[in-house]
């Protein structure tokens, strides 16, 4: 199964990604990064993998149809099954959800439907929950909204800072990412409405 990464960022998920596929635990070949920002460090973490990347800037397009029909085009050139959405910035838009139909993934810092959007960690502390943790989901037409896969809670310290908070986050999220792309690989993941039911 041929697999895309998207990333604006940092690209530690991807990093465990393609550890997890190194190592033997994910049957299956990252084909594509692809990456809205050129000056994303997971680019750099993509080159030193061998694993070739599409660089696409919004701003070189006149609407975001035609920015994402050259992000589909690639994937079709690289026959993608399945997109894993890691720290990318963007909601991808109903015509990618739909040719992709529940064959994308996102990673998001919080326990949802509790603190969706970019801010999950600083919003969950922000709150005061004493509880936060990780959602590993299928992506829908709502922004963080499409049924769950996996969730895993932490505690929130009473000293905890945004730092240390993100920290002990992305931790959790290099284990639990593996484990779901695992998961949709060996065809393991039903869904049944609002239900990821695990095989
Ligand atoms: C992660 O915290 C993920 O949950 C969120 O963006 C961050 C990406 O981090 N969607 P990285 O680029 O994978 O290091």
Do not use: W
Not at 101 to 126: C, E, M, V, W
Request: proline share 3%; glycine share 8%; aromatic share 6%.
């Amino acid at each position: 199964m041929n697999i895309a990464v998207f990333c604006s960022g940092n690209g530690s998920n991807f990093q465990a990604i393609a550890d997890s596929v190194k190592n033997g635990g994910i049957k299956a070949n990252i084909a594509l990064m692809v990456c809205d920002n050129p000056s994303a460090y997971a680019l750099e973490r993509a080159k030193k993998e061998g694993i070739n990347s599409l660089v696409i800037e919004r701003k070189s397009f006149k609407t975001k149809d035609e920015y994402e029909a050259e992000i589909i085009k690639n994937l079709e050139k690289e026959n993608i099954e399945l997109i894993c959405l890691a720290g990318y910035m963007r909601i991808v838009s109903p015509s990618l959800v739909q040719r992709y139909s529940n064959k994308i993934l996102n990673i998001h810092p919080a326990l949802l439907p509790s603190f969706k959007g970019t801010q999950g960690i600083k919003d969950a502390l922000d709150y005061g929950v004493k509880l936060s943790g990780v959602t590993v989901h299928f992506v829908n037409d709502k922004m963080d909204q499409g049924p769950i896969i996996l969730q895993e809670a932490l505690e929130i310290k009473d000293d905890d800072t945004e730092k240390s908070l993100a920290e002990r986050i992305h931790q959790i999220e290099h284990k639990l990412y593996p484990q779901a792309v695992r998961l949709f690989v060996e065809g393991r993941l039903g869904i049944e409405g609002r239900k990821v039911k695990i095989r």
